[in-house]
């Protein structure tokens, strides 16, 4: 069972920056996507970044192409999101994702809260 841990979450001023982390136990297929979705109060959750495992390609929303940067390692399992110039529009719950491309097994984490004060 893959189990998915996020941490990094915080609050920051306009123009601030965080780093999230995701950590991925349990996790033993080749290839996957794994990848950021958002969602903020009253929205539905959106699509931020993703990252394919078998080539390194990534994904990323026009809102946070630019600004957001998502980098992995493998040995550890883990994938960050370093988020700079960030906007009061970026406050959301922010949840780690992945599927599993072998049994396409999705699998998320509890979130961490991000917000932006202006």
């Known amino acids: 069972q893959v189990q998915l841990g996020e941490s990094g979450g915080g609050l920051v001023q306009s123009g601030g920056s965080l780093r999230l982390s995701c950590v991925a136990s349990g996790l033993t297929s080749d290839h996957y996507v794994m990848g950021w979705y958002r969602q903020a109060p009253g929205k539905e959750r959106e699509f931020v970044v993703n990252i394919i495992s078998t080539t390194g390609n990534t994904n990323y929303a026009n809102s946070v192409k630019g600004r957001f940067t998502m980098s992995r390692d493998y040995a550890l399992n883990t994938v960050y999101l370093q988020m700079n110039s960030l906007r009061p529009d970026d406050t959301a719950v922010y949840y780690c994702?992945?599927?599993?491309?072998?049994?396409?097994?999705?699998?998320w984490g509890q979130g961490t809260q991000v917000t932006v004060s202006s």
């Open positions: 994702n992945v599927l599993d491309m072998r049994t396409r097994n999705d699998y």
